[in-house]
């Protein structure tokens, strides 16, 4: 082992100018522990300090300018207030006023006349001559004379580190501290030769030195690109080992009959004709659940693409071969829904369909866990309330994950702890995830995709209107009621202040009621600080059309499924993010009906809701949503990446470095299916360098 592998884990508090308190400080603040995360703590920009200009040939138009000479003269001028420090400083070329209106005391007393010093700043006019205020000062030496040799890096700093001296210069003083003490031999490679070749990457060690010291912004580039590969490429490696371990490792259970419960449901009890996508995806997982190996798979299908129902096959087929299936929505509406549809597609086979939630309580309950138990009840459906420990199957076979989104990574490795020999996975989700993203968060996942849908349902009409149209908006819904359709009007929920949102939506309750009012009208109101039977009463009347048009907040996002609804209005739709609005949106265009999605805003809206307001009008494809969405809002804040861990890049961003993040995949695949377990001499560096590295577990809770 070199000596490298051990100053770079040292505490940070023993490198020089640190310290027991600033060590805890940066910790606390930056999250900065070891070496390590000091020589990976990058610049964010760099301030070309090289460059050397003459006072005579300043214009003002500089932004940042780098001048050297001699305080010819300083003095304190001005009244109280205005009281301030002019420092004349001369090159041979000219004069300039240096000027500090705080802490000029200080400054008085530091600076020297007569004396030499590299200057950087600012240029600012006063009374139409170029000054400077502000400026750094640094004394003339052999180093300084000619400039600096180096870009000067600037690094990411708190308040509280500059009050204990940690400006992000002197966070740059420390790093060169580091290097100073790293030799570049000392840094492993850990990228293989033909790759750095390929991509005409810089070696690992030039990198880290480069990045922070730069002799130009060319270098700078060339060492984030080499270590922006590295990060994309690693998290490549890990996730394709990850998948090839899974598939080798993982037992699963083989469904080889396609049975008379699938068969009998599919010819004499199927609703409507599959679509060419459902039918793909079914022959997907079917395949899947024949090879022995546990399947894993994330099924990603725009609102209203029929997941349902391939998620009802999927569980006979396991049904047909001797086990019992689950299905778990991640709300108590969504479940009950789930329920009550696919107890209705079955009331004819011998299929015996139960609901968990935590609701059902006592002797239903009870009734419930010895049918699971037992093995009498084959398909049992739910929310959360699966995942209790008290809850046993006989012999689950398959785990359907509705919704996926909502719940986090280690609530579904729950799931197939159930088993021994754990049962196969389907992940629905009805947020599209942008290929890139599904390549680094579900990267060990198979993906399969519902890109059509059924037929005969026309594109919702989206459209922006403002305050000043909400007249013309109810009277659209009137019309729309009065053709016998429904409307859901949707206010935004803000967790953070629940009682906010509560007075929000009752006001527009009250408001709604003004325009529609009861006897003509009856309206639903649903929220999610409403005990579940009320809630429950209320979705049921909107459901059979006893009320016309439902006022809620957001939990009707997910699953509702009412044909006949035909308008969506979404109240402050500055407010949403736009994968919610495309949720929301999703409820409507579900029956053969033109329906409409309306959204509502302020009469000035900024530009970011400009943007996504924008995106909704134009689009109804999903998957473009999605892309845009990443665009505005950055990979960070997706759904479900947070918790992932997976997306622990510090330099590259999926977005903009989709490309390079393609190149990483392809070229972790290829070593990969070459040398599975990194035995070539080749990749000695490569696998080397993950033997090192510790092991992150939560990666492999995902399969
Ligand atoms: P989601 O993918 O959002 O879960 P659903 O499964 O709820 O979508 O399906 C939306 C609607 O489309 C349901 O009313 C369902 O019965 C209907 N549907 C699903 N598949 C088809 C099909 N192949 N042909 C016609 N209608 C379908
Ligand atoms: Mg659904």
New binding site residues.
């Given amino acids: 082992m070199s000596l490298i592998s051990s100053i770079l884990s040292n505490p940070i508090e023993y490198l020089k100018g640190v310290g027991p308190q600033r060590g805890e400080l940066l910790r606390k603040e930056i999250n900065l522990h070891s070496f390590r995360d000091l020589l990976e703590y990058y610049p964010f920009r760099y301030v070309d300090r090289t460059k050397v200009d003459k006072i005579r040939h300043l214009s003002g138009m500089e932004d940042f300018v780098q001048i050297r000479g001699r305080i010819v003269h300083m003095e304190v001028v001005g009244e109280k207030r205005g009281k301030r420090l002019v420092a004349t400083l001369q090159d041979e070329t000219g004069k300039i006023d240096l000027v500090w209106f705080q802490g000029w005391q200080w400054m008085q007393k530091s600076l020297r006349e007569n004396t030499g010093y590299l200057v950087f700043g600012r240029l600012s006019q006063f009374n139409g001559i170029l000054q400077m205020a502000h400026p750094e000062m640094d004394l003339l030496t052999g180093e300084t004379a000619t400039g600096k040799q180096h870009l000067e890096p600037v690094y990411y700093t708190t308040e509280k580190l500059k009050a204990r001296g940690l400006t992000a210069k002197a966070i740059g003083k420390l790093t060169r501290n580091l290097l100073e003490q790293l030799q570049l031999a000392e840094i492993r490679e850990n990228i293989p030769a033909p790759v750095l070749q390929q991509f005409r990457l810089m070696p690992r060690a030039q990198a880290f030195f480069k990045i922070h010291l730069p002799a130009t912004e060319e270098e700078a580039k060339q060492a984030q690109r080499r270590l922006k590969f590295e990060e994309l490429f690693l998290a490549q490696i890990r996730i394709c080992r990850l998948k090839i371990r899974r598939h080798k490792a993982s037992h699963g259970f083989v469904f080889n009959a396609v049975g008379n419960v699938f068969n009998s449901f599919y010819n004499d009890h199927l ?5 060419g996508a ?1 039918k793909r995806v079914l022959k997907e997982i079917r395949k899947d659940t024949t090879t022995g190996r546990q399947m894993n798979r994330l099924l990603q ?11 009802l096959l999927t569980l006979l087929m396991a049904i047909d071969n001797g086990f019992q299936g689950c299905l778990m929505a991640p709300t108590e509406i969504l479940a009950q829904q789930h329920f009550k ?1 696919i107890s209705e597609l079955l009331k004819d086979m011998p299929v015996k369909v139960a609901l968990l939630t935590g609701n059902i309580k006592g002797k239903a309950r009870k009734e419930i866990l010895t049918g699971t138990a037992d093995g009498s009840i084959h398909i049992l459906i739910g929310t959360h309330a699966l995942l209790e420990k008290e809850v046993q199957f006989h012999h689950l076979g398959m785990a359907i994950v ?1 919704e996926q989104h909502r719940f986090g990574v280690a609530q579904r490795a729950r799931l197939w702890e159930k088993n021994s020999t754990p049962p196969h996975i389907l992940v ?1 989700t ?1 947020t599209p995830i942008p290929r890139t993203l599904a390549m680094t968060v579900y990267g060990d996942l198979d993906v399969s995709v ?1 890109d059509e849908m ?3 349902r026309k594109p919702i009409t989206t459209v922006h209107r403002t305050e000043y149209q909400r007249p013309q908006v109810m009277d659209f819904i009137k019309e729309e009621i009065r053709k016998g359709r429904q409307a859901y009007i949707v206010y935004p929920l803000i967790e953070e202040s629940a009682n906010m949102d509560y007075e929000n939506l009752t006001k527009g309750y009250e408001e709604v009621k003004a325009f529609f009012p009861e006897p003509k009208y009856w309206i639903s109101m649903v929220h999610g600080r409403q005990p579940s039977e009320q809630r429950e009463v209320n979705m049921q009347r909107f459901i059979t059309n006893d009320t016309q048009i439902m006022v809620a907040t957001t939990v009707i996002e997910v ?1 509702v ?1 009412v ?1 006949n609804a035909s308008v969506m209005v979404i109240e402050s739709t500055e407010r949403f993010g736009l994968s919610q609005l495309h949720q929301l949106r ?1 409820r409507v265009g ?1 029956g053969a009906e033109q329906s409409y999605c309306i959204l509502m805003t302020g009469n000035k809206i900024g530009k970011d809701s400009q943007e996504r307001v924008k995106v909704m009008v134009q689009t109804n494809n999903g998957f473009v949503i999605s892309e845009k969405d990443m665009e505005l809002r950055g990979p960070g804040d997706i759904e479900g990446t947070r918790q992932s861990g997976l997306l622990d890049l510090k330099l590259a961003d999926i977005v903009q470095d989709r490309a390079m993040l393609q190149a990483a995949r392809d070229s972790a695949e290829t070593i990969l299916e070459a040398d599975p377990d990194l035995e070539l001499p080749e990749n000695k560096p490569l696998h080397d360098f993950l033997a090192t590295q510790r092991s992150k577990s939560a990666w492999s809770k995902i399969s």
Avoid: E, H
């Fill in positions: 609703p409507f004709p599959l679509t459902q299908g725009d609102v209203g693409s029929g997941k349902t129902m391939v998620a549809g509705d629905m009805a519902i059924p037929p005969g699953g499924n044909p999703g579900r």
